[in-house]
Structures are given as structure tokens and as C-alpha cells.
């Protein structure tokens, strides 16, 4: 299996735990990779796995999310044909497949209470048993398992098997969300900028521009690390002049002014109960400051044009439609405030 295996970043928080991750690599015990989605925890499997003794022998990733509860221990454990409806021949599963290799099981918080259990055994006693069997199989796997949710919480609540996680729990690699890599997220921009321009053919990378740069450290990025790729590659395929710095990106691709909507709420019935009609208004925007009315109004329209247009992509038409003008009163707008294609480029 050929992955790519590149850890880019300068922040402190994530070099210790890609740090941690290459320590603890040759030891064959389970590590737990834990961190939000994005954050690269396959990739930290990988790094376990080919820096141990076993880096010659089967990687096995399983999403444990991926498939229906009926299913798991099967895919787990493998099954004897005839074992259940549709079992027409035996398989094996996941831990004989990584047999003397490493089995990365992600979204580990989603397993059943009876995969967990099975998962146990198998963990303390080094042995399967394929459904429809009655003997065991010795394996020789080393876990590494991933997930985002509180596991020590789950346990407390009786979702988690505690002895499940403790057995687990040898080394545990918390990876760091983007929005905490100091210098990381301009490092990363630059990296898949530049490979998106080389797969295009741009003869040279114009970078990003300076206000682009910004909003890409004040994103907050949920999605982190896979976000980021997402709206830096997205950026460099729609600009059409790679000679000059990149000027537009969008950070949320469902964004448009056709999107569905969702049908409104019916609405409630009256109710005699008056309390709602003397609820405190919202208070009032502060305008104590304002000395220039003419120049505060228009100062607020053009940040309001502005932002429609990069959100359009600077197309006129599609600018106008969704501030409710035609196009030669957004015209007008534009000549207004002296607004054209290349101000804020």
C-alpha cells in the first residue's frame, strides 16, 4: 500500500507529537491516536507502523464506522461459511489479515459493547475466533487505534469498556487542531499551493495575496489539516493568472445564493400567554461615534458590495442578482466607490 507520509509543520505541538509517535514506533504495544477529524491521526498510524520491526509486514485499516453493527465482529474476526445468512464461504477477518503486521482501527469510539469485548480478548489473549467457530487463532497484531471523542469520559458513562481502554492505553498521541500550529497554516498553504500549481502546469507560484494570507490564519478550520487542502487547491485551479498573486478563496464551497433552503417553520400557535411581547428589546448598535453620516453610509455599502463580490467571484451579474439590484444600479455602485476587479487584488 503506497501512502503519502509528509508531516509538514514548524509549531512546537506538532513536533512533540510526531516526536512521541517516532518513540514510540519500535515499542509493540497498542498506541491510541486521539484528535479531531483532519488532523492527520492515519497519518501517525502509518508513521507507527513503518518506523517498528514490522514495517515489512501488512498495515490493515479498518473504519469502524464505516459499516453497520452486524457487521464488525465479521470484518474483525472473519466467519466460517455458513456462519450467518449470505456467509456462503469462510473468510478471514482484519486481525488474521495484519497477522505479524499492525491493524489501525479508526473511529474506535464507535464500536458496539460486543465488538468491544471480542476486541479485548483478542487484545489480552492474542487470539480469534471466526464467527461460526469454536477455535481460536493465534495472531501476533499490534493495535493502533484511533478516534476524536473522550474515551475516559464514555468509560465513565458505561459506553466504553474501562478494561478495553486501559489495555489500549500504553502510549496516547494527542494531535494538535490547526487553529493551535503557530506558523503552520501559511507553511501548509504554501506547500499544497504550490503542488496544486505544479499538477496545473503554472510555470511559476505567485503565492497568495496579503489579505488572502490573513483570512486564511483567522479561519478557524473544523476541518483542519483536510480543510486546508481543500480551500488552498480549490483556490489555485479557479485563478485563471498564476503571474499574479492569488487574490480569492472560498472557504465554503456550499456557499451560493441558489443553495437549497430549509422550509420555514410552521408557525406557532397564538398563545394567550403575553410574556414574550414584553421581553426586552435587543439593544441598539452604538453610532456615538459617527460625525459624517453621507460617509458612514457609504463606507458600509462598499464593504457590503465588496464582500458580495468576493463572494461571487467578482461576477457582476450574479453580485447584482443577490443584492436585489439590477446591473447598471451595481454598476453606478461600483463607479461610486471606485470599485474595480483589481482593487483589492
Not at 41 to 67: F, G, Y
Request: net charge negative; aromatic share 8%.
Amino acid at each position: 500500500m503506497e501512502r503519502e507520509n509528509q508531516f509538514i509543520g514548524q509549531s512546537g505541538a506538532f513536533l512533540d507529537a510526531v516526536e512521541r509517535a517516532s518513540r514510540a514506533a519500535p515499542m509493540a504495544r497498542p498506541v491510541l491516536v486521539i484528535g479531531e477529524r483532519g488532523t492527520g491521526k492515519e497519518l501517525i498510524a502509518e508513521r507507527l507502523h513503518r518506523l517498528s520491526d514490522r514495517w515489512e509486514e501488512p498495515l490493515v485499516i479498518m473504519n469502524c464506522a464505516a459499516l453497520p453493527e452486524t457487521l464488525i465482529e465479521a470484518e474483525l474476526f472473519g466467519h466460517e461459511a455458513g456462519a450467518f445468512t449470505g456467509a456462503t464461504k469462510a473468510r478471514a477477518g482484519r486481525f488474521e489479515e495484519a497477522d505479524r503486521g499492525t491493524l489501525f482501527l479508526d473511529e474506535l469510539g464507535t464500536l458496539s459493547m460486543g465488538a468491544q469485548e471480542r476486541l479485548l480478548r483478542a487484545v489480552e489473549y492474542g487470539e480469534v475466533t471466526r464467527i461460526g467457530s469454536s477455535r481460536p487463532t493465534r495472531v501476533d497484531v499490534r493495535i493502533v487505534a484511533a478516534t476524536n471523542e473522550d474515551l475516559p469520559r464514555k468509560a465513565k458513562e458505561g459506553t466504553f469498556r474501562a478494561d478495553l481502554l486501559d489495555r489500549l492505553s500504553f502510549e496516547v498521541i494527542t494531535l494538535p487542531p490547526l487553529r493551535v500550529r503557530e506558523g503552520d497554516i501559511a507553511v501548509l498553504a504554501q506547500y499544497f499551493g504550490r503542488r496544486m500549481a505544479a499538477e496545473l502546469g503554472w510555470e511559476e507560484w505567485p503565492g497568495f495575496a496579503t489579505h488572502i494570507a490573513q483570512a486564511m490564519e483567522d479561519h478557524p478550520w473544523p476541518g483542519n489539516v483536510r480543510e486546508l487542502r481543500n480551500v488552498v487547491e480549490r483556490a489555485v485551479y479557479r485563478w485563471d493568472d498564476w503571474s499574479q498573486p492569488i487574490s480569492h478563496v472560498v472557504f465554503d464551497p456550499f456557499d451560493s445564493p441558489w443553495k437549497p433552503t430549509a422550509a420555514p417553520p410552521p408557525p406557532r400557535p397564538a398563545s394567550k400567554d403575553l410574556s414574550a411581547a414584553s421581553a426586552p428589546e435587543p439593544a441598539s448598535a452604538d453610532f456615538s461615534d459617527i460625525d459624517d453620516l453621507r460617509a458612514a453610509v457609504d463606507a458600509h455599502e462598499k464593504a457590503i458590495v465588496l464582500q458580495a463580490l468576493g463572494r461571487h467571484r467578482w461576477n457582476q451579474r450574479q453580485t447584482a442578482k443577490a443584492l436585489g439590484l439590477s446591473y447598471d444600479q451595481l454598476r453606478h455602485c461600483l463607479k461610486k466607490h471606485d470599485i474595480n476587479n483589481s482593487a483589492e487584488s
